[in-house]
């Protein structure tokens, strides 16, 4: 027993000698600051009066030292890492999350326009605009030969065993926006019918019982909305039957539920009454409102604010994006609760300069993630995607563009800017000709703006960011030499 207490007691001194050692290897260049580990991106530390504290970034950002913001915890696609390769160990959630924050691709790898956003280990599927792909490296949809990814739709042609084969077609919804796992209906069986997983993969899909598919609305319905449907199957514990389905009775639990609208007047009240025993059912009025039933007993629920609930969904959490449901007559929302960028807590939202027309946010419980289309596409509130321009159909888009500086700076033209993994930088800096620690920033490549280096820093063009002058040819005496002068 004294000897294993001994063994506990070298371990914990060892782990303490070993955490003092990390400590007392890092000094603080500066008194107050935050400052990158040698070695591994995702640690970085912060200096107070000298004293240095180890830090980690949230599981899947990494540290970016250039950012100005007090949280300097970034996307992987954002930083470069240089020598930093180390990471922390992946906290993954699912497959769609091998980390708890990041941008990741679909784990089928022959799936290459659908990726995932996960915050915090939630993920939120997407999907890219038609013909592109999804880049791991850059975090946004690209052209699939900028993407150059392996064994996309290798599922094509696939075929079920009854002989399905998806169509070689891009179906529309109503509002001209592609369907992306579209339905077509079975050809003798009203109660069931096909999915095409990102329009390639053929699956069969099954009905709740006395219910059957309905191709308008492209989701299971009751048969009394489908009238060109007169048989389908209902199931009853060991027994099938084919039922037709103008012979069935509508069966109705008649158990009211009573919500005052006007407490001065007691007698106008809204009268819910629960379609099956168990279940949850949409507000005839309200978008993010429904009813859950449990054996008759019904409760009035709300979506998380941005959300609206999807009755064809087969999820038990029901609350979807806005452009993922049909409201129809719903039109009715719970007051916004609107934080910075995010008019609602929930949901995908442009940026709110209507000349911006290529950078949106994707709001998750009031926090904001800035995320940016690919170069030439819009973002498309209705779509929650990027599309083309003449899709996308917003007005005052890049009426910034050719604005010139006071002292005649004009953002180049068609000059995208890559970085040295080639890719597109949302906004590119230029050197000022005549002043090192001056430098020009092109928000979203068209609107200019002026940046001026801290006291002691010039400003670098290979790294697109203030540096020390000895790293920065031309300008090594800027602060000590002739130039010294000149800038003061």
Request: charged letters at 25%.
């Amino acid at each position: 027993m004294v000897a294993a207490c001994r063994g506990v007691l070298a371990a914990m001194l060892l782990l303490t000698a070993s955490a003092a050692l990390v400590d007392a290897q890092f000094k603080c260049p500066k008194n107050r600051g935050q400052f990158e580990d040698a070695v591994q991106c995702d640690k970085y530390y912060v200096c107070d009066e000298g004293e240095a504290t180890e830090k980690l970034c949230p599981d899947g950002l990494v540290f970016d030292p250039t950012i100005k913001l007090i949280n300097k915890c970034d996307q992987p696609f954002n930083v470069d890492c240089g020598d930093r390769f180390e990471l922390q160990p992946a906290q993954g959630t699912s497959d769609y999350c091998p980390r708890k924050n990041g941008f990741f691709s679909h784990p089928d790898p022959s799936i290459c326009n659908v990726f995932y956003s996960c915050i915090n280990g939630e993920e939120l599927e997407m999907s890219c605009t038609g013909g592109l792909h999804f880049d791991e490296k850059s975090g946004t949809c690209v052209w699939p030969d900028v993407a150059a990814r392996e064994g996309c739709g290798s599922n094509a042609n696939k075929k079920l065993n009854d002989g399905f084969q998806c169509p070689k077609e891009t179906r529309y919804d109503k509002n001209g926006q592609v369907i992306t796992h579209p339905n077509y209906p079975h050809p003798t069986d009203c109660s069931r019918f096909y999915y095409c997983l990102n329009g390639i993969e053929p699956r069969l899909g099954q009905c709740d019982a006395k219910m059957v598919y309905n191709e308008d609305l492209q989701r299971c319905d009751d048969p009394d909305n489908v009238p060109e449907c007169t048989f389908y199957r209902s199931c009853w514990p060991q027994h099938l039957f084919v039922r037709e389905c103008n012979a069935l009775p509508a069966l109705r639990n008649k158990i009211p539920f009573l919500l005052t609208v006007a407490a001065e007047e007691p007698e106008d009240y809204f009268e819910f009454t629960c379609p099956k025993p168990d279940g949850q059912f949409e507000d005839p009025y309200q978008c993010d409102k429904y009813y859950e039933c449990d054996e008759g007993r019904v409760s009035e629920k709300l979506c998380p604010d941005g959300l609206v609930f999807n009755p064809a969904s087969k999820l038990v959490n029901k609350c979807d994006q806005v452009f993922n449901v049909e409201c129809h007559d719903r039109k009715e929302l719970q007051p916004p609760k609107p934080v910075g960028v995010c008019p609602r807590q929930n949901g995908f939202f442009p940026h709110p300069d209507p000349s911006i027309c290529n950078i949106f946010y994707n709001c998750v419980n009031g926090r904001e993630l800035e995320m940016t289309c690919v170069a030439g596409l819009h973002f498309n509130q209705p779509t929650g995607t990027c599309v083309w321009p003449d899709m996308a159909n917003r007005q005052g888009c890049g009426s910034n563009a050719n604005k010139k500086l006071n002292d005649g700076f004009q953002c180049p033209k068609d000059a995208t800017k890559m970085d040295k993994n080639g890719q597109i930088i949302t906004h590119p800096n230029y050197p000022h000709p005549d002043d090192c620690q001056r430098f020009y920033i092109c928000l979203n490549g068209i609107e200019p703006r002026q940046g001026t280096c801290e006291e002691g820093m010039v400003y670098n063009e290979d790294l697109q960011r203030c540096d020390d002058p000895e790293n920065v040819p031309g300008c090594e005496d800027w602060y000590t030499g002739p130039e010294a002068d000149q800038a003061a």
